[in-house]
């Protein structure tokens, strides 16, 4: 049934509607997302706004989906997004039968969810693709209503949404009761996080000023108010806008001698009710909201007509809205008054009612709301079945946070029971499990306790690998080997649980940087794998490990063939994730250790290509393709690389994955120069990043100091460096050789632009750690201490820049690069070393040829910050760029032969010329290639100096005489 039309004017928002529409489309690129969160406090017409604004939106030819979240903390997964599918659905026509198919399908994949090995990343990765093709290529925006109750599924899906990840313009515009955001509310957190992302605004809805509150209460009256009456409604009111129109509704109808309190405004109106209408209140303010008609007829068990005579008149008396859905109180607030008003024995046979009817509906059974109903009903005993169905479902589609707060709840059913049969240690081991897949790794353990103190004497074995797993995951990895170690000590533990502690073990040690001690788990993990049954993950894991420590000890064929061995084992067993794991590893053990970057990278791709057929293309596929990309970029394959990013970004990577790609993209945008895309990825990062080893750390700190660099803030990139050194405990040589080298070259910087004064604490500090590398890496593999010595060799030659740069440290910085194929630091090593000779008037032809030959790379890779440089040293030093820039740009870039013109642009210059030539803008141009518009400008920018051209229309012109040729 469908309320009333609301007549009352939207007052005093005109500029905020305006604000937020700009926000949410005008100001959003394709591949882009952007968000505004409205708070205030209730009834203050947050949702009369979100209906406002999105007409508009749809009008302005966005693709509008709007849910509300439920107000109950047993939410299921993504409920607010199934809500928005079904009501999308429901209002498409017979024309738009194309897209009807797409919802329906996305909505039966959710019905279809059977939990798989490859987690809730597939599962998102699904929905992303859904809504690819509902949106059709129109800006998608997601409108949530009563966000204070986001389940947490929802919460993660919007933290991913709005890192910015993905070919879909999508824009998320939500309404949060800010009286509920108090204390350790989650999403308090959440939106103090993201709050720093530009993108981002959280606008808090102010109650209406004297004048607009006036002008509200005259349009509802329908006439201007008397000075005292305008008084009094200003008085109670405090301009929210839903006291003014109730107010104002009493005016009009000549109610009064109300009290002065919103509580019994309410009350009043609700006694005003017919005998029916007053119980279809207060049954809706019981239930958990839409209320369907039909469960409302099975709680309240009124005739048909009756019913429906009392729903109207509910209705009518603006304290139900009614949609196709079902019925809502038009304001919470309603419930609230409400529920001081019925005995405690009528709100728990109202209860009662909605769970016998729900119990008693055919179909699937909304298990959480059923226990909602059955526990306060007073019925713990039947509310547990329940509860505990409603966490294997949240399990299924992935929501650990759900099954966590249902696992919980069911704990409590259970205590409350009393002489109810229950196994609290199952319902204990399922709650820490919840627990530690969303992360309460706190609350995981505190579990675990409890569980063990139940066992008392039980089998400790497979004990002490849950509680090692999940002190490992809290960063406790000290705690973690002590618990591993008594695993493997354990009396009772059996083959497959001594390999898996010895693999997981191993695994641990890899990460902490200890290679020689994970060697040797991983051989005893194998060994003892031999005796036990269905032990192929504890041999991928423990293959994963040795593979890396031979790699670091100097063997690095034994540990290539071991990984390989490792693969060929995870493929004959057939489990997804062990086969993604093995390429993974295999991957970068060839692009890191091994250094055979070129093979490192095919296999990174083919490697996502299988995962992806295996359905783990959302986690593992988005890492091997960042792997792909990296590897790309070393060997200044950079036009190839962003096309691997596009394909990335489509998976719309979440946590550890999305840092892996958005580490890998800001390599890129910091080498083009792209300040600002490489700024949005490192908040991303910093955002995404919960804590996070050297792994992530050390190259996210890298990447901000030579941002910084670039920007010229030398301070900033000094501090970054000394941030990595300070909190890193990595022996990862190779990571830490080109963090300690943006260190030198921060100082080196400081000293030529003379913007700070150089640190000589900081460079003492930076040449200790250099030299502790070379030590360290005289007894790694053949393929490391090449690469180390490459950043080492880039180290002595900053350090002389303090100095009077040494040209032929630069001249040994060079070779070093060239012999590793590694075009982009050859090409700053040629700068620096020209740079040197101009200074010291010695070999100028020399240095002219080293000038070219770097111009001709960089421009070939579309290094701006680096062409910059070496222009400003030429023109300085009175040195042409031109006489061999073509041969530089075709030697940087492995491209299919085109006309003469285009010889010195890349492949990804020639893609963005030729749609500059079908007259597409840098907009249209990102859209089509999945790329940010400020990274084509910087793609038409190269193109123009390139072919020496000012205009659009003559680039154009060049383009098109070389296709007809």
């Not at 939410?75 to 079904?86: G, K, M, T, Y």
């Not at 029971?417 to 505190?446: F, K, M």
């Not at 000590?489 to 020689?516: K, V």
């Not at 290094?863 to 760029?881: C, F, H, Q, W, Y």
Request: glycine share 8%; proline share 3%; hydrophobic share 45%.
């Amino acid at each position: 049934m469908a309320s009333d039309v609301d007549t009352a004017p939207l007052v005093g928002r005109a500029e905020l509607v305006q604000t937020v529409r700009s926000a949410l489309l005008g100001d959003v690129a394709q591949g882009q997302t952007a968000a505004v969160f409205l708070t205030g406090e209730s009834g203050v017409g947050k949702t009369r706004l979100l209906g406002e604004i999105g007409a508009r939106l749809r009008d302005q030819g966005a693709l509008v989906l709007t849910g509300s979240c439920l107000d109950i903390g047993d939410a299921s997964p993504l409920h607010p997004l199934l809500q928005a599918l079904r009501r999308f659905d429901g209002d498409l026509s017979a024309a738009q039968a194309r897209t009807s198919s797409a919802v329906r399908g996305l909505l039966q994949m959710f019905a279809d969810e059977t939990g798989g090995p490859d987690g809730a990343g597939a599962l998102l990765e699904r929905v992303s693709r859904g809504l690819h093709l509902i949106a059709e290529g129109r800006p998608l925006v997601l409108i949530l209503d009563d966000l204070q109750w986001v389940d947490r599924s929802t919460r993660q899906l919007l933290l991913y949404l709005l890192a910015g990840l993905g070919d879909l313009q999508l824009s998320v515009l939500a309404a949060v009761r800010a009286e509920s955001l108090q204390g350790a509310h989650p999403l308090r957190r959440v939106l103090t996080e993201l709050r720093r992302l530009r993108t981002v605004r959280v606008l808090d809805l102010s109650p209406l000023d004297r004048a607009g509150t006036e002008q509200l209460a005259a349009a509802v009256v329908g006439r201007a108010l008397p000075p005292d009456a305008a008084e009094q409604v200003w008085q109670r009111s405090g301009g929210n806008p839903f006291v003014i129109e109730e107010l104002a509704r009493d005016l009009r109808d000549g109610r009064d001698g109300l009290s002065e309190t919103l509580r019994e405004i309410f009350l009043d109106r609700v006694d005003a009710l017919p005998q029916h209408a007053h119980a279809v209140v207060h049954a809706v303010a019981a239930g958990v909201e839409p209320v369907q008609h039909w469960l409302l007829a099975e709680v309240l068990r009124l005739p048909e007509d009756e019913l429906i005579d009392a729903a109207r008149a509910a209705v009518a008396h603006r304290l139900l809205v009614g949609a196709d859905d079902g019925y809502r109180l038009r304001h919470r607030l309603v419930a609230e008054v409400l529920a001081h008003e019925l005995l405690p024995a009528e709100r728990s046979g109202l209860h009662r009612r909605y769970a016998e009817a729900l119990t008693a509906a055919p179909g699937e059974l909304h298990q959480a709301r059923l226990a909602h109903h059955w526990r306060l009903a007073g019925e713990p005993a039947r509310a547990l079945p329940a509860a505990v169905a409603a966490a294997q479902e949240a399990e299924r589609l992935h929501g650990y946070a759900e099954a966590h707060r249902h696992w919980t709840a069911a704990l409590h059913l259970a205590g409350d029971s009393g002489s109810l049969e229950v196994d609290r240690i199952e319902l204990l081991g399922n709650a820490a499990e919840a627990a530690h897949h969303c992360g309460e790794h706190a609350r995981a353990l505190a579990l675990l306790e409890e569980l063990a103190a139940l066992r008392g004497g039980g089998p400790s074995c497979a004990l002490h690998i849950r509680r090692a797993r999940y002190l490992a995951a809290a960063g406790r990895s000290a705690l973690a080997e002590e618990e591993y170690e008594r695993a493997l000590e354990a009396a009772d533990c059996s083959p497959r649980d001594r390999a898996a502690a010895a693999a997981r073990l191993a695994e641990l040690l890899l990460h902490l940087g200890r290679y020689a001690d994970a060697g040797e788990r991983a051989r005893e993990a194998l060994a003892l794998a031999e005796n036990a049954e269905d032990s192929a993950t504890e041999v991928v894991l423990a293959s994963s490990a040795l593979g890396f420590s031979d790699a670091f000890l100097e063997d690095p064929d034994a540990g290539l063939a071991v990984m390989r061995d490792a693969l060929d084992t995870a493929e004959r067993a057939g489990q997804p994730e062990d086969v993604a794991c093995a390429y993974l590893h295999l991957a970068e053990l060839l692009t890191g250790p091994l250094n055979i970057l070129e093979e490192g990278v095919v296999v990174a791709r083919r490697g996502a290509e299988r995962v992806a057929e295996l359905g783990l293309g959302r986690t593992w596929g988005t890492r091997l393709l960042a792997i792909a990309i990296n590897g790309l970029f070393r060997v200044g394959q950079w036009a190839e690389a962003e096309k691997v990013v596009a394909v990335a970004l489509r998976h719309r990577p979440s946590g550890a994955d999305a840092v892996e790609l958005l580490l890998a993209r800001c390599r890129l945008s910091v080498g083009y120069g792209d300040i600002e895309a490489a700024g949005r990825d490192l908040d991303a990062v910093a955002t995404l990043l919960a804590g996070g080893g050297a792994r992530h750390v050390i190259p996210l700190l890298t990447l901000r100091s030579g941002l910084a660099m670039w920007e010229g803030r030398h301070d900033v990139a000094r501090l970054a460096v000394q941030r990595g050194l300070t909190e890193s405990r990595s022996d990862d040589v190779m990571i830490l050789s080109a963090l300690v080298w943006h260190g030198l070259r921060a100082e080196a910087e400081a000293h030529s632009s003379r913007t700070v004064d150089v640190d000589p604490t900081a460079v003492r500090r930076l040449r200790d750690v250099a030299d502790r590398m070379a030590r360290k890496s005289a007894g790694a593999a053949r393929p490391v201490r090449s690469v180390v010595e490459g950043f080492l060799a880039l180290c002595a030659a900053e350090v002389s820049r303090l100095n009077g740069s040494d040209p032929e440290l630069w001249a040994t910085s060079v070779a070093e690069w060239d012999r590793r194929n590694h075009p982009y630091p050859a090409a700053y090593s040629r700068l620096r070393q020209a740079e040197a000779l101009l200074a010291r008037r010695s070999r100028v032809a020399t240095a002219g040829k080293l000038l070219r030959e770097a111009y001709g790379v960089a421009q070939g890779l579309g290094a701006v910050p680096l062409t910059s440089e070496i222009r400003e040293l030429a023109g300085r030093a009175r040195v042409s760029l031109q006489e061999r820039v073509a041969d530089g740009a075709r030697a940087a870039a492995s491209a299919e032969p085109v006309g003469d013109e285009l010889a010195a642009l890349t492949a990804r210059e020639r893609e963005v010329l030729a749609l500059v030539a079908e007259g597409l803008t840098n907009k249209e141009i990102g859209q089509r290639l999945f790329i940010s518009e400020r990274t084509i400008g910087v793609h038409v920018s190269h193109i123009f100096d390139k072919l020496q051209v000012r205009t659009r229309v003559q680039a154009s012109a060049i383009m098109l005489r070389n296709s007809r040729g």
